[in-house]
């Protein structure tokens, strides 16, 4: 049970190849999947973490195995955030910056189309604002988070709320 059945530094090694594979495959995926988990996202997550465990631990079903594993990987991110923190080149690589969406009360389609933006997605965020037109805003940015930032045009009154990240469909 807690004995060993491969080597720990082969435990290790998986591990790492594991999250950092998936680290870049998440920072593909970009800021709007990570702010919008549906059901279906938990879903998958679940199956991914599943699918991987075997090849992160292979084939030690020990509890020394599990607990190395997640030594490492809980390790691995507290070390790799501190190191994002440290080294500015790492942070640019591992987070996005925020995105313009609409500027001046028009819609930047560029921007939106490279984050898999559309209207009716911006304009919600811009009501739950407070602000009716596009028109009466001078900049909405997605924010890192998945977040949409509102701010209006000069003279225009807006409700501040805290918005949570938008939803996927």
């Known amino acids: 049970m807690f004995s060993l059945d491969v080597n720990g530094f082969s435990i290790i090694a998986r591990t790492v190849i594991v999250y950092l594979a998936l680290l870049f495959a998440l920072r593909i995926a970009g800021k709007r999947e990570m702010g919008q988990m549906t059901s279906f996202d938990l879903i998958v997550l679940l199956l991914i973490s599943e699918a991987v465990q075997g090849s992160m631990v292979g084939g030690d079903m020990s509890v020394t195995g599990g607990l190395l594993a997640a030594g490492v990987l809980i390790g691995g991110n507290y070390g790799l ?11 640019a690589a591992l987070e996005s910056s925020p995105t313009v969406v609409v500027s001046n009360g028009r819609f930047m389609r560029r921007n939106m189309s490279d984050e898999n933006l559309d209207e009716d ?17 001078r900049l909405a940015v997605l924010e890192q988070d998945g977040s949409i930032s509102v701010i209006p045009a000069e003279g225009k009154p807006q409700t501040r709320r805290k918005t949570r990240p938008l939803k996927k469909r």
């Open 81 to 91: 955030a501190q190191a994002r923190d440290r080294i500015p080149f790492l942070n």
């Open 121 to 137: 997605e911006v304009m919600l965020a811009i009501r739950a604002h407070g602000i009716e037109d596009v028109k009466d805003v």
